[in-house]
Every structure is written in C-alpha cells, then in structure tokens.
C-alpha cells in the first residue's frame, strides 16, 4: 500500500519512536514534512521508513535528518526502491547511518534538493544501493563528507548512474567521507563546483572499479591530507576530463586522476604537484587521447608530483605553460609510454633539484615535439630533458641549456635532448649551451643532443656554446640500416653563429655513462657554420689517443670489444664549411681537431 503524511516523521525520546515499517512491500511514499530522528543516543531507529521487501518512489518535500541514536532519521528497504525526491537535503548526525536513505538492493534514481551532509557518525548523511545498481543521482547542493567513516557518501555494489552536483564534493577526516563509491561501473560524473579531499584516506573522492563515464569539474580538483583525497579513479575506462585545475597536497596520490584507458583530457588551468607522492597526477595505465593543459605543469616536494603517466600511445599533449621540476624525482614529469603525434610545451621545460624533474620522456615516437621556450637543466640527473625511442621532428624556439654542478656533486645529462634510436630533425631557435663542471663527481653531457642511433639533422639558430670545463655536445653512434659502404651517424648539423669549446661526434656511445667510440664507420654528411669556429672538434668514427686530445698525432679509428668497424666501409666527413675563422686556444697544451678516416671537402 502506499504511505501518504501530510506532515513530519519525527522520532521520539524510545527505540523505534516516530518509524513507519512494513514487513513486506511497500507501495509509494509521500511525506510532505521531514523525516527527523528523534534526540537521544540510545533510541536507534527513531524518525524512520522501514520497508521488509521493496519500496516505490518516495517523496519527502522537507528534509531527511539523523541524530544521535544509530539509524535515526532514515528511509531504508530490504528490497528495490523507486526513484528517491528530497525537497531539502540529506543531513546525518552523531547516530551511525543517520540521515541517511539505503537499500539492501537496488534504488531507481536520487534528486536531493539541496545538500548531502555527513556527520561525526559511520555511514550518516548518506545513499546507497548495497547489493545493487544506483540509478542516476542529483545533488543540487553540496556533498559534504564528516569526521565519520563514509559519511556524506553515495554508494553502489553493482554500478551507479549519471552524477549531477550543483555544488562542491568535500572530503572531511572520516575514510572516504565526501565520497561517491561504485564497484562496478559508473555513468557521467558532472560536479560543477569544486572537489576537495579531506584529512581523511579517500575523502573527497569519486571512483569506480571499472568504468567511468565523461567527468567534468567545473572549479578545481584540490587534494587532501588523506591518501586519495581529492581523486578521481577508474579502475578501467575513463571518459572525457574536463576539469579547471588540480592541485595535490599533502597526502600520497591526492589531487590524482586515474584510469586504466582514458579519453580526452583538458585542464583549463595548470597542474599543480603538492608534498605527497604522486600528489596533483594524471595518470592512465593504458592509452590516452588528447590532452590540454591550459595552464602549466609543476612539480613540488613530493616524487612524481606534477606528473602525467600513459601507459600506451598518448594522441597529443599541449600544455600552455612550462613543464616545471619540483624538489623530488621525477615531479613536474610526462612519462609516456607508447607513441604521441604531437607533443607541445608554449613556455619552458625546467628541471629541478632531484633526478628525471622537468622531464620529458616517450617510450615510442614522438612525431612532432615542439618547445616555445627553452630546455633547461636543473640540478639533478635528466633534469630538463627530453628523452624518446624515436624522435622525428623536434623544434626548441627558445635555448638547451644544460646544468652545473659543484663540490662532489654528481649530473648526467641535465638540458639534454636524448632519442634512444633517431633523431630525425631537430631545430634549435637559441644556443646549445653547456654546463659547467665544478665537481668532483660524475659530468656527462649536460647541454647535449644525442642519439644511440641516428641524427638526420640539426639546425642551431644561435651558437654551440661550451666551457673550458665541458663542452657542448652533439654526438650520435650510427645509422639504423648502414650499408656494405655508407654509415650515416648524421646527416647534417648547420650552426648559424659560432661553435667555441664544443664537440660534434659521430659513431660515438655511452659505455657505464662515459662517452666513447663504439663504431669506427662512422660517416658525417654536411656541417655548415655561418660563425667562428672556436676551441672545437669534428670527429667520426675515432677516439682521441692516450693524451685524450682531439688533433694530435695518436688519434685513432675507433677498435675494441663491441666496436663496429666493417672492412668496406670508412668513416668520412663528407663537407666542412666555417664562414668565420678556426681558432684554437692560447692555452699551452691544448689542441682540437678535424678527425675521420676520408674527407670530402673543407672550406674555411
């Protein structure tokens, strides 16, 4: 039969005052009142609908609110419930599952006229399909999480619906309190104000088992204290993303969104890394379509905060801003693990204080890479770097610069750009300038473009610009598919300015980091320099002898254990044109040199 009150349900000062229940079905419910607990902590179920077996549609024109006893204020069905209208707001209070509306199996739809509210009870101002699906849910205020455990919580066993809240989702100290919580899939997720995790693990937090329909956040994703406050998780497909912008905090993965295959991404503001680990994150552990980042990305204190992850191919990534390295590894990080057509940064890529910040780094093809700004090497290993299997056509408007370092010190490739096999074409609007090598520790190649394959070309706007400490570099090992007489390391390099205390280097590798000849075939196709020619070397396919000095009498071709050095193939220089002079140092015992085994033809 139905239920129809003209007025309230209001629980008194005893167990079960104030409670309508049916030990069987129940037809539709209209309460024109509220639906209230009754004051007291020890007088459980007061101020409630209870139905045996199912419920049909329920009305409440007022309010439903819990208070100090467990279950007070409360609209529950052992079966299916019909779609759920609340006129005011859902508020618990002190008594566990307070204000709250809950089937054991099903419930068809939920529209909350005003907020979701948890309290310092478990389970209190909340919904919840148990052991069934929830349809689609519409909170038109806020949904506030509590100090209670899952307070201020939507909840299904077998999948939920589109999500609508008008307001903000908001974490609290309670576990996944300001929560939304399925273990199967879930529809679209539209919350138009902001998400924001708590004190507590999970708070403020929307996730999924499996799938997750589009999201849209119409203010900013902020991470709590809590680990994985403040997230937004799938745990297989996500759709389209958009959110204003995300902020990681204090705890481990807060600020986070996660998802195993994820569609389109846009942030119309910047990523922002916080003190937890993975904090102010996206991350798909499968493909990724196009993202835009319309602000920057930045790392903090925490590793890999600020920090974007595919574990496949990626469509495209641009970011408006800079790619920013925090004070831990690998912040302010793309880490992309299959192929990316076009990848975009409009400012910098700095890197920061511990190893892989401000880094780039694609396990795939990087078709088309383009920086605005400048390549910047921070104070760590592979900091300001841009790493890929394959490279095809990279353009840096701005400077590579690479990083220094001091004392004992160790740095590795800092403002380095790095393809594991070919670098195709690279185009470098400023200078390739290296850093400086101060320490006693380990410095290799910082300020360099180099490739363990091949490089097709490389064009320097500006100048190759080293130091009497190190130099700037530019070096690859050999072609991909030489022939029986041609081993092409690289192709062309054209320098318009000077080159001073630099060194390009061809059938050159790495062996335990230091660089050294790996491939005596090594050929060079046309260097072209519009300046001077300063304190530098052009070499292929040889290694300086035992004084460790290019343009002296005991330069050899490269020989050894793993070195390449086919019979009917040479290493040659196929053209040299300096337009400026060629000058060495005033420096007694210095020497550079023009060294491969043929040449074509020298103009200067």
Known sequence: ???????????????RAGRVESGGNMGPVLIKGDVEGGIGSLFTDSGTVRSGGTMGTVTVNGAVRGNMAARSGSISSVGNMGAVTIGVGIIGHDGE???????????ASVTVNGPLTGATGDFTGRIAANFGTLGPVTIKGDVRGGTGDRSGHVYSLEGTGNIVVNGSVRGSSGLYSGSFITMINMGTVTVNGNVIGGTGDNSGSIQATQKMGAVT????????????SGAIDAGSDMGNVIVRRIRGSVGDYSGRIEAG????????????????????SIESSSSIGAMLIQGSVIGHVGPQSGYIYSGAAVTSVTINGSLVGGSEAYSGRLDLGGNVTTLA???????????????????????????????????????GYLWGQTLTNVTINGSIRGGSATGATSLIESGTVRAQSRLGTLTLGGSLIAGRDDTTGEFHRNGAIFSLGEIGSVTVKGSLIGNDTHAAIIAARGALSPTATTDNAIGSITVNRRVEYSQILAGWSTVNQNLTGRNADA??????????WYASSLVAGAVAGA?????????????????????????????LTIKGRALGTTQLGDNFGVVAENFGTINI
Request: glycine fraction near 20%.
């Open 1 to 15: 039969a139905s239920l129809t009150i003209d007025g309230s349900i209001l629980g008194g000062i005893s167990n």
């Open 523 to 532: 050929q060079i196709g046309t260097v072209t320099i519009d300046g001077d």
């Open 261 to 280: 295959k994820m569609s389109n991404v846009t942030v119309k503001g910047s990523i922002q890394g916080g003190s937890g680990n993975g904090s102010g």
């Open 97 to 107: 599952l307070s204000g709250s509306v809950w089937s054991d199996d099903s419930i």
């Open 547 to 575: 004084d460790g000095r290019f343009g002296t009498n005991d330069d050899v071709k490269a020989s050894g254990a793993g070195v390449k050095d086919v019979a009917t193939v040479s290493s040659r220089i196929n053209s």
């Open 217 to 228: 956040i119409g203010q900013a994703l902020l991470g709590g204290i809590g680990e994985r």
């Open 345 to 383: 940064i409009l400012g910098d890529v700095r890197g920061g204080d511990e190893n892989s910040s401000g880094n780039i780094s694609v396990y795939g093809t990087a078709t088309t890479v383009t920086i605005n700004g400048s390549l910047i090497g921070g104070r760590s290993n592979y900091s």
